[in-house]
């Protein structure tokens, strides 16, 4: 940007800053998002028709205010969706053109378009839970994910009414469901929610049994607008609350209201579900969070840091960002413990304190997860998880399954039992046989064989085991 019309973007886009604050103005207009004035028109060309609905929904106003207050003239606002960024675009250009009084007025009272409409009810006054879509760090691990919270936010009444979040933990599940909450009470005041987790789901009912009050227990969870619930797999091997939240589910469904669940793993894969549940659960939309990769990493670090007021150099970000890969948890945890260390010396934070504060989060000094050990397996093999978890006797299936269990084995603590049911529900006989399997080869220095699309393949397991092995340390990126 150069001459004068630079210096009126540059107000404007100060003056939106200060109205929506910086870290929101980073994240929708800080990256691909551009601005550009045509007379009294301001043009907001965006990557993608989500960032254009995001901001035509939120932050209109502001720049209609912020342009009229620089041009001292009333504006006009078009949100353009540019298709050459990121290689990928919307169907055709979208367009929004908003006044100010056109984007500040407030919707019907009794929108018909809405849930709950023709009614005087109006929510009950709720907490503000942490999570923010603004605040959320997208990335290619969670992009769907995201999208998939903000259109229910966007459109309750939409296409997606039920909703399962899945991923390992720390990875922004609980902060989708919370940010959805948030959403809906700005956006929908009228429309109600309950948020909870599976546990105290569990906690509730078992407490309307006892005091023989399920008629109250039902009433309040199959009247609501918009069910979220967190950490759904809490429901395992519970069959009486699987039982009540199944009917619960139906009761929502057919009434055509909103059901947003999260777990740690798909619901195929969740221990004892019973399979009326598990099958209501796979026709919603099931969408997997993985671990972030690099980028994200370091962009997570970087917004924290700054919400702290704490500064750390390019070094130490990309040091952090590249050693600790499992989940946002410990990328918090680590910055808290760096922040706090930094505090008590009074010296700003430098690579070699770095090395020496955030060593129990590396990967190297974590044993795997089981669902590690599982994805490592199965793309060594290439086959799918899904494969491992199902009753396939494919040879190459069964061999990766019998590799997968001795590995969970030997670096986890979970039990023979417990094995079998982060497996697909395989008997405690199954699981002893195929590590017995796999431990016996390598007391005799055997070798396993496999065909692979380049044609068979055989190696001695042991050195099978050991690449594996060094796999998993490396972490989720290969580092």
Same mark, same amino acid.
């Given at each position: 940007?150069?001459?004068?019309?630079?210096?009126?973007?540059?107000?404007?886009?100060?003056?939106?800053?200060?109205?929506?604050?910086?870290?929101?103005?980073?994240?929708?207009?800080?990256?691909?998002?551009?601005?550009?004035?045509?007379?009294?028109?301001?043009?907001?060309?965006?990557?993608?028709?989500?960032?254009?609905?995001?901001?035509?929904?939120?932050?209109?106003?502001?720049?209609?205010?912020?342009?009229?207050?620089?041009?001292?003239?009333?504006?006009?606002?078009?949100?353009?969706?540019?298709?050459?960024?990121?290689?990928?675009?919307?169907?055709?250009?979208?367009?929004? @053109?908003?006044?100010?009084?056109?984007?500040?007025?407030?919707?019907? *009272?009794?929108?018909? *378009?809405?849930?709950?409409?023709? &009614?005087?009810?109006?929510?009950?006054?709720?907490?503000?839970?942490?999570?923010?879509?603004?605040?959320?760090?997208?990335?290619?691990?969670?992009?769907?994910?995201?999208?998939?919270?903000?259109?229910?936010?966007?459109?309750?009444?939409?296409?997606?009414?039920?909703?399962?979040?899945?991923?390992?933990?720390?990875?922004?599940? @609980?902060?989708?469901?919370?940010?959805?909450?948030?959403?809906?009470?700005?956006?929908?005041?009228?429309?109600?929610?309950?948020?909870?987790?599976?546990?105290?789901?569990?906690?509730?009912?078992?407490?309307?049994?006892?005091?023989?009050?399920?008629?109250?227990?039902?009433?309040?969870?199959?009247?609501?607008?918009?069910?979220?619930?967190?950490?759904?797999?809490?429901?395992?091997?519970?069959?009486?609350?699987?039982?009540?939240?199944?009917?619960?589910?139906?009761?929502?469904?057919?009434?055509?209201?909103?059901?947003?669940?999260?777990?740690?793993?798909?619901? =195929?894969?969740?221990?004892?579900?019973?399979?009326?549940?598990?099958?209501?659960?796979?026709?919603? @939309?099931?969408?997997?969070?993985?671990?972030?990769?690099?980028? @994200?990493?370091?962009?997570?670090?970087?917004?924290?840091?700054?919400?702290?007021?704490?500064?750390?150099?390019?070094?130490?970000?990309?040091?952090?960002?590249?050693?600790?890969?499992?989940?946002?948890?410990?990328?918090?945890?680590?910055?808290?413990?760096?922040?706090?260390?930094?505090?008590?010396?009074?010296?700003?934070?430098?690579?070699?304190?770095?090395?020496?504060?955030?060593?129990?989060?590396?990967?190297?000094?974590?044993?795997?997860?089981?669902?590690?050990?599982?994805?490592?397996?199965?793309?060594?093999?290439?086959?799918?998880?899904?494969?491992?978890?199902?009753?396939?006797?494919?040879?190459?299936?069964?061999?990766?399954?019998?590799?997968?269990?001795?590995?969970?084995?030997?670096? &986890?603590?979970?039990?023979?039992?417990?094995?079998?049911?982060?497996?697909?529900?395989?008997?405690?006989?199954?699981?002893?046989?195929?590590?017995?399997?796999?431990?016996?080869?390598?007391? =005799?220095?055997?070798?396993?064989?496999?065909?692979?699309?380049?044609?068979?393949?055989?190696?001695?397991?042991?050195?099978?085991?050991?690449?594996?092995?060094?796999?998993?340390?490396?972490?989720?990126?290969?580092?």
């Amino acid at each position: 940007m150069e001459g004068p019309g630079a210096d009126v973007l540059c107000a404007i886009r100060e003056k939106v800053a200060d109205r929506i604050g910086p870290n929101r103005y980073r994240t929708w207009f800080g990256g691909n998002t551009v601005l550009q004035l045509a007379g009294e028109r301001l043009d907001v060309t965006v990557p993608n028709a989500f960032v254009g609905d995001w901001i035509t929904s939120n932050f209109m106003t502001q720049l209609v205010e912020a342009t009229r207050d620089v041009l001292g003239t009333e504006p006009r606002v078009e949100i353009r969706i540019d298709q050459t960024q990121h290689g990928r675009g919307a169907d055709g250009p979208a367009q929004a @053109t908003l006044s100010r009084r056109a984007s500040t007025e407030p919707p019907p *009272a009794d929108d018909p *378009a809405q849930p709950g409409a023709g &009614t005087s009810r109006r929510a009950a006054a709720r907490p503000v839970l942490r999570g923010e879509l603004e605040s959320f760090v997208m990335g290619p691990s969670n992009e769907l994910a995201f999208a998939m919270a903000a259109a229910v936010v966007r459109s309750p009444n939409g296409p997606f009414k039920h909703v399962v979040f899945h991923g390992g933990c720390g990875l922004g599940k @609980t902060h989708l469901l919370q940010a959805i909450c948030n959403g809906l009470t700005r956006r929908h005041p009228a429309l109600q929610w309950y948020y909870l987790s599976g546990e105290e789901f569990t906690n509730e009912y078992i407490h309307a049994l006892k005091a023989g009050r399920t008629d109250t227990f039902r009433a309040r969870f199959r009247s609501v607008d918009v069910l979220v619930i967190d950490d759904i797999h809490f429901l395992a091997n519970k069959t009486a609350t699987q039982s009540e939240f199944l009917h619960t589910f139906d009761a929502i469904d057919a009434s055509g209201k909103v059901v947003v669940l999260s777990s740690d793993c798909h619901p =195929r894969h969740i221990a004892t579900l019973s399979a009326p549940l598990v099958n209501r659960l796979i026709a919603a @939309t099931v969408v997997q969070i993985d671990p972030p990769d690099f980028a @994200t990493r370091r962009e997570i670090l970087r917004r924290r840091a700054a919400g702290m007021l704490c500064e750390l150099p390019d070094e130490v970000l990309d040091y952090v960002a590249r050693h600790i890969t499992r989940n946002v948890r410990e990328l918090e945890g680590a910055l808290y413990k760096l922040a706090a260390y930094a505090s008590l010396t009074k010296e700003p934070v430098r690579l070699d304190m770095v090395r020496a504060a955030v060593d129990e989060y590396t990967v190297a000094g974590q044993p795997p997860r089981s669902a590690d050990i599982e994805r490592v397996v199965a793309l060594h093999f290439g086959v799918t998880r899904e494969a491992l978890h199902s009753a396939s006797r494919d040879r190459v299936v069964t061999l990766a399954r019998a590799i997968a269990l001795y590995l969970i084995r030997k670096h &986890t603590s979970l039990s023979f039992p417990e094995m079998g049911r982060a497996l697909g529900n395989k008997q405690h006989s199954t699981v002893l046989m195929a590590v017995r399997r796999i431990q016996t080869l390598i007391d =005799r220095d055997g070798a396993v064989a496999w065909k692979t699309s380049a044609g068979p393949r055989e190696v001695p397991v042991r050195g099978l085991l050991e690449e594996l092995e060094r796999r998993l340390l490396r972490g989720p990126d290969g580092r």
